[in-house]
């Protein structure tokens, strides 16, 4: 958290006043679209449970109507003496049995026009064996079987009521789930039972009765007492024990509330229920919210126009905001820039009166800032100038001294040409000494000059340090200042190897880009003291020989000539020796 407020702190004004409008129309909307959305959920629940009670009274209507067809089928049924007879009366010759049969097959197609509304099937089984059925493809099992069904069984415990209950028809693939009314045939006289009573209708034509009240979302179950499923237009349920649901519908049943927001099936649902008495079944209707209230509000379109409203706010803001704060950004930036040298930015006068009066007050520091790093600059240079001027014209006396002493002894021992390229090599090298400070060399003509200086070198030194030169064929026509390698040269000569007698001073010089790199590297004493990363040693001497031109003034000149992405760098490992690089422009003339 500590370290989000420090980066907001660093933001600059248009960011900060943008992010707060940002949050602020977000936040604002957010809200907005949670609160119009819960509200309507809350109208929709309160709606919906209305509606959707007064469909659960007619479906349940529906199912009352069936099951006053089922209990007349009932009663006519066991107020039948033919069909109590034909169940319970004991073998006979075959022309009373027949009799029998047919009056009770009469009885039964009277009684199957009660339900011609519904697709059901009747069968009756009797204590004697026989059965008989209007739709065998209902029942599919023999007498013995249906007589150890828990159904049969149930209603031959309570021969007063009417059982429903579900079944499958058989065990085979494609079997059918199916609904039975059961009832125990008494005999009223004898308060015995003589037989059992089976009135069946498929699932599928059973949910015919409420299939009409449903929807996608909109889902309706037929569940037992026991929680499972024995009917709903949802297929996959059928079957299923849903022991929450039941206790859902329980609690409606006893405490009456019109609807239960509850998870059903992995789903945020509202649950209604009914209970059917008769059957000992609850009707529930199961109403899917996310789905419903997609229906009810297009959550797609909501948002995208959410979405509109915030960007069209934010380009808004944007746009208003970025022209209140531009002069200040603006001239925020071009400030900044003073700090990177750049002294030429100045910026248009607009936006308020503030703003103006600021931008006046900056671009007039600018000029005053401008006149005075020219002067500046031109002071440093001519002051630099004169003292490169001043050091040049004054050579080593040493130096000579040595020199024409050297020649001296050539000429004394008779080695007249070597006394004679001596001369040559110091004429040489003062005359592109003693000139304009201001004057370039090329490449070609300075490593010449340096050539002469090692030669003179070795004439009175000896040969114990040698010199290698490699120049890049493409760099020998680039120009660079005078003297800017030799004194590196010389501070290898006389200071590089003090604790070793010989060694060798290479001198390279190469392109890199758009940079002329000039390398000096011996592999001599190296430097003591010298710390990784820095620029230049800080010798305590830093005079030279030849010319009094030392190393720093190197530097110095080079940066004041060409700014400061140029210059020496040194580097230097005790005992292995130094590597000086000088950077310069690429200059051609």
């Known amino acids: 958290m500590k370290k989000w407020m420090n980066q907001l702190s660093r933001l600059g004004l248009f960011p900060k006043l943008f992010l707060v409008m940002v949050v602020s129309i977000v936040l604002v909307s957010a809200l907005i679209l949670w609160t119009t959305i819960h509200m309507s959920t809350n109208l929709f629940t309160e709606t919906f449970s209305i509606t959707n009670s007064k469909v659960l009274n007619q479906i349940k209507t529906n199912f009352e109507s069936f099951n006053d067809a089922i209990a007349a089928v009932s009663n006519n049924v066991t107020q039948s003496g033919a069909i109590r007879g034909f169940l319970s009366e004991g073998d006979a010759d075959s022309l009373t049995m027949a009799k029998s049969f047919y009056n009770m097959r009469e009885t039964m197609d009277r009684i199957q026009s009660i339900t011609e509304s519904y697709e059901v099937g009747i069968t009756i089984i009797g204590i004697n064996g026989r059965s008989y059925s209007t739709n065998r493809a209902h029942l599919q099992m023999s007498v013995d079987e249906l007589k150890q069904e828990p159904i049969t069984m149930e209603a031959a415990e309570t021969p007063s009521r009417l059982i429903f209950d579900d079944y499958q028809n058989d065990e085979t693939v494609g079997s059918q789930q199916m609904i039975s009314a059961t009832k125990a045939l008494t005999d009223r006289t004898r308060s015995r039972i003589y037989g059992t009573l089976y009135v069946t209708m498929r699932e599928d034509a059973f949910r015919q009765f409420y299939a009409s009240f449903t929807s996608r979302g909109n889902d309706v179950v037929i569940m037992n007492e026991k929680g499972e499923i024995v009917s709903s237009n949802r297929e996959d349920w059928i079957g299923t024990t849903q022991l929450d649901l039941l206790s859902y519908a329980r609690e409606m049943n006893k405490n009456s509330p019109r609807s239960i927001n509850a998870r059903v099936m992995d789903q945020d649902s509202v649950v209604l229920s009914e209970y059917l008495p008769f059957y000992r079944f609850y009707?529930?209707?199961?109403?899917?919210?996310?789905?419903?209230?997609?229906?009810?509000?297009?959550?797609?379109?909501?948002?995208?126009?959410?979405?509109?409203?915030?960007?069209?706010?934010?380009?808004?803001?944007f746009l208003i905001t970025s022209q209140i704060t531009k002069s200040l950004r603006r001239l925020v930036k071009q400030m900044s820039n003073i700090t990177k040298s750049d002294l030429d930015n100045y910026i248009p006068v607009s936006g308020s009166y503030e703003s103006r009066q600021l931008g006046h007050a900056y671009n007039y520091m600018l000029d005053e800032l401008h006149d005075y790093v020219d002067q500046l600059v031109q002071t440093q240079r001519e002051q630099r100038n004169a003292e490169l001027a001043a050091l040049q014209s004054q050579i080593n006396p040493h130096f000579l001294y040595n020199t024409l002493a050297s020649v001296k002894v050539l000429v004394q021992q008779g080695n007249k040409d070597r006394a004679a390229e001596t001369i040559n090599a110091l004429i040489g090298l003062l005359q592109n000494t003693i000139s304009d400070v201001s004057q370039t060399v090329t490449v070609e003509q300075e490593v010449e000059n340096l050539k002469n200086y090692v030669f003179i070198n070795h004439v009175r030194y000896g040969g114990r340090i040698k010199a290698a030169f490699y120049v890049a064929p493409d760099c020998t026509h680039y120009h660079v200042p005078k003297l800017v390698i030799q004194p590196f040269i010389e501070n290898a000569f006389f200071h590089g190897f003090i604790k070793k007698e010989t060694g060798t001073i290479h001198v390279m010089v190469s392109r890199a880009g758009e940079s002329l790199i000039c390398e000096i590297m011996d592999n001599g004493d190296g430097i003591e003291g010298l710390v990784m990363g820095e620029t230049l040693p800080n010798p305590k001497n830093n005079r030279q020989l030849f010319s009094g031109i030392g190393i720093r003034n190197v530097h110095d000149r080079i940066e004041l000539l060409y700014g400061s992405p140029y210059g020496v760098t040194i580097m230097s490992n005790v005992g292995e020796g130094t590597r000086v690089t000088v950077t310069l422009p690429l200059i051609t003339s």
């Open 283 to 317: 009707i529930v209707n199961v109403v899917d919210k996310d789905l419903a209230m997609g229906q009810l509000i297009d959550m797609k379109t909501v948002a995208l126009i959410c979405a509109a409203i915030v960007v069209g706010a934010l380009i808004l803001v």
